[in-house]
């Protein structure tokens, strides 16, 4: 531990450098540690206790909560909670893809613009970014009720008997999910369509493939590590999303995060929602993990 | 590519409208002479003018003022607090040679908030504070609370930005310094912040933005006195559309837009 090295063109003792780096990160650590790995462990133990009448923890250990969750209970099984999982999953899948679908031609033509313009096109993406969702879920709200064009077009066309509101509905929701999550998919595929190898779209061009053959096999490839990450940025938020289908939803639109929040609220059994909470990052972390092998697969075919 | 075209300009289109509609339909309806609802009465700038009434009079302009202070209060505190830590966690992280299987673990560490959903984080605080309440009246439901989650999410982003900066300086100019016998203070004050000062600032900004945008995490460690505007909105719209919220979300937009284009400005005027 005490043999010279030099680092950053610094001589100093292996000892001494060590001592110093981790005096740097000790406050960062420190906090992380406190507030993020400490209540993540107790929410993990609280997932296996009890509650008690009165919305309190009871120090025992047991495994109602997930029986609860997989429907499991004593007058039999229950898929209600099961078919909301389901659906979680489902309407994450269906926001990732649509969003994705729309902000990748959006940033095909925001990189496209003259130089001078890109940034201007940027910006107006950013304004909602950084206006909050609930602020934004709002807006909605006022949008789809029944007096304004949105729902007038809904009852002419037969869809929507004339006078009501376009909420509370599924087509609610996902347009509030689609365009909350347009903006991260927007920011995080610029960087890559932007850089895009123009010369390979040509080469392609030149030796007569067909315009999906173009998309498949020189412009797809190249923008595989942006697409991840806008896949990463969409999917998560949705899966936890509860303002959004609070909102623009209601009880029949309830979603893995709605049961949290309302655990923690006025259901009041915590270990029940602590075991939800888990359920939610496994299902989380399957989805980026599948997205994640099914971009390394097609860049390999590819 | 032409044959696309028009695909793209409707996909182009349809984007913005799904961005943009609702924030006009607001501000459109921020004019409207009724309290509340979406029936049309007729043009009344009432709404803007209650906002800047006297407090002590009016209780929906002191409950708005009180939310718009506790938001900003929040935002500041947390982005100080996570921009200083997360900067020195990421110059820990980044110079120093760890052996490669912590290196991961303390890759891991600041991935972990950034992949997992807001309201498992927030559900995490909740049950964590209700232990560290005995400990301290700090972990109350309330401001000090709110502050806390909010540097907890904070902190990996900002490490991730000043990090990503460092992995670009990488050591040559450092190595020049020393050899110039820069003292470790000189080199890091007159070398490596002045390189970092951009990334900093960025992180900052994410970390201000961040916390703007919050409404879980704020939602589910607030306590009866420290309700922000997006708590604010929330609740009051459980009992319907009230005109004058539209008022405050066109202004927030407004602020919003102001801040954004002057910082395209700013970076345009800086490359030409």
Same mark, same amino acid.
């Given at each position: ?302 | ?125 909740? +049950? /964590?504070?209700?232990? *560290?309440? %005995?400990?301290?009246? $700090?972990? &109350?439901?309330?401001? !000090?609370?709110?502050?806390? @989650? ?50 900093? +600032? /960025?992180?900052?900004? *994410?970390? %201000?933005?961040?916390? $703007?945008? &919050?409404?879980?995490? !704020?939602?589910?460690?607030? @306590? ?49």
């Amino acid at each position: 531990m005490t043999e010279r090295v030099v680092a950053y063109g610094h001589l100093t003792t292996r000892r001494a450098l060590l001592a110093k780096g981790g005096l740097l990160m000790v406050g960062g650590i420190a906090w992380l540690a406190s507030f993020l790995l400490l209540p993540g462990l107790i929410l993990v133990l609280v997932a296996f206790l009890q509650r008690d009448p009165d919305g309190g923890i009871t120090w025992a250990f047991s495994l109602d909560s997930f029986r609860q969750l997989f429907g499991i209970t004593s007058s039999g099984l229950s898929a209600a909670n099961l078919w909301i999982m389901l659906r979680s999953v489902a309407l994450a899948v269906i926001t990732t893809v649509v969003a994705v679908g729309i902000a990748y031609p959006m940033t095909f033509f925001i990189a496209r613009a003259a130089p001078r313009k890109r940034l201007l096109w940027l910006s107006l993406v950013a304004i909602p970014l950084c206006t909050n969702l609930v602020i934004r879920t709002y807006a909605w709200k006022l949008l789809l009720s029944a007096r304004l064009p949105p729902a007038r077009l809904a009852a002419m066309l037969g869809w929507l008997e004339p006078g009501r509101d376009l909420l509370p509905s599924w087509s609610a929701v996902c347009i509030g999910m689609v365009s909350a999550a347009l903006p991260f998919a927007v920011i995080s595929l610029y960087p890559s369509i932007e850089r895009l190898d123009r010369s390979l779209i040509e080469a392609a061009q030149d030796l007569y493939a067909s315009p999906v053959r173009v998309f498949m096999q020189a412009i797809l490839p190249q923008t595989l590590p942006g697409l991840s990450v806008a896949i990463l940025l969409t999917f998560v938020p949705a899966m936890g999303m509860f303002v959004i289908t609070d909102m623009l939803g209601g009880a029949k639109h309830w979603l893995i995060g709605n049961l949290i929040q309302h655990q923690f609220g006025q259901g009041r059994n915590v270990p029940y929602g602590a075991a939800m909470s888990l359920v939610l990052i496994a299902l989380t972390l399957l989805g980026v993990y599948s997205s994640r092998r099914q971009a390394g697969r097609s860049a390999e075919v590819l | 590519m032409k044959r696309w075209g028009g695909l793209l300009q409707v996909a182009v289109l349809v984007g913005f409208l799904l961005l943009y509609a609702p924030l006009l339909a607001v501000a459109l309806y921020s004019f409207n002479a009724a309290e509340k609802g979406s029936v049309w009465v007729g043009f009344s700038l009432r709404w803007y003018a209650q906002l800047m009434a006297d407090p002590e009079t009016s209780r929906r302009a002191w409950e708005i003022r009180e939310a718009t202070l506790n938001t900003l209060q929040l935002g500041a505190v947390s982005t100080v607090i996570s921009t200083i830590l997360g900067t020195m966690l990421a110059l820990g992280m980044q110079r120093f040679p760890w052996p490669s299987s912590l290196g991961k673990l303390l890759q891991v560490t600041i991935d972990v908030p950034v992949i997992t959903p807001d309201i498992v984080i927030a559900a995490a605080l909740v +049950v /964590g504070f209700n232990l *560290l309440r %005995f400990v301290s009246p $700090l972990f &109350d439901p309330g401001m !000090s609370a709110m502050i806390i @989650g909010h540097v907890t999410f904070q902190i990996a982003f900002v490490a991730l930005v000043v990090r990503s900066r460092l992995v670009l300086m990488g050591p040559t100019l450092s190595e020049a310094a020393r050899d110039l016998y820069a003292s470790s203070w000189y080199h890091f004050h007159r070398v490596t912040l002045p390189l970092l000062w951009p990334a900093i +600032v /960025g992180g900052a900004m *994410l970390a %201000f933005t961040l916390s $703007l945008d &919050d409404f879980v995490i !704020s939602f589910f460690t607030c @306590g009866p006195s420290s309700s922000t505007l997006p708590i604010y909105v929330y609740h009051s719209q459980l009992r319907g559309l009230r005109t004058d919220l539209f008022a405050v979300s066109t202004l927030l937009v407004m602020g919003t837009v102001v801040l954004v284009l002057t910082l395209e400005r700013l970076t345009r005027w800086k490359r030409d």
